[in-house]
Nanobody
Framework: VQLQASGGGLVQAGDSLRLSCAASGRTFSRYGMGWFRQAPGKEREFVAAISRSSDSTYYGDSVKGRFTISRDNAKNSVYLQMNSLKPEDTAVYYC????????????????WGQGTLVTVSS
C-alpha cells in the first residue's frame, strides 16, 4: 500500500484547508484510516481516524469540532477537512493505513504517507 497526501499549504489563522490522501492497492476498504501530525521538536500525535465503513470516527481533543475526517472507498481516498485553523495546528500531516482496531494508536498503522506541510500564520 502506498499513500500520497496532498493539500497542505500556508494559510492564516481562521482559514480552512482540505487534505487528501490517495491510496494504491485493492485493500483500502479493509482498514481504518488515520491522520497524524508532527510539529517540529514534538512527537507525532493523533489527529483523526475513520473506520473501514465510515461508521465510526475519532478525533484528538485539540481538533474536535474543527476537523472532519471522511473517506471514499470507491476512490481509495481519505480526507481531512480542517476549519478554524490555529497557529498550533502547524505541522506535517501524515495519513496512515493498516489499522484494524485501535485507530487512535499510531502503532496500529502499517502504512504511512510522506506527509504534507500545513503552516498556519497568526
Amino acid at each position: 500500500v502506498q499513500l500520497q497526501a496532498s493539500g497542505g499549504g500556508l494559510v492564516q489563522a481562521g482559514d480552512s484547508l482540505r487534505l487528501s490522501c490517495a491510496a494504491s492497492g485493492r485493500t483500502f476498504s479493509r482498514y481504518g484510516m488515520g491522520w497524524f501530525r508532527q510539529a517540529p521538536g514534538k512527537e507525532r500525535e493523533f489527529v483523526a481516524a475513520i473506520s473501514r465503513s465510515s461508521d465510526s470516527t475519532y478525533y484528538g481533543d485539540s481538533v474536535k469540532g474543527r476537523f472532519t475526517i471522511s473517506r471514499d472507498n470507491a476512490k481509495n481516498s481519505v480526507y481531512l477537512q480542517m476549519n478554524s485553523l490555529k497557529p498550533e495546528d502547524t505541522a506535517v500531516y501524515y495519513c496512515a493505513s493498516g489499522a484494524l482496531y485501535t485507530l487512535t494508536d499510531r502503532n496500529q498503522y502499517n502504512y504511512w504517507g510522506q506527509g504534507t506541510l500545513v503552516t498556519v500564520s497568526s
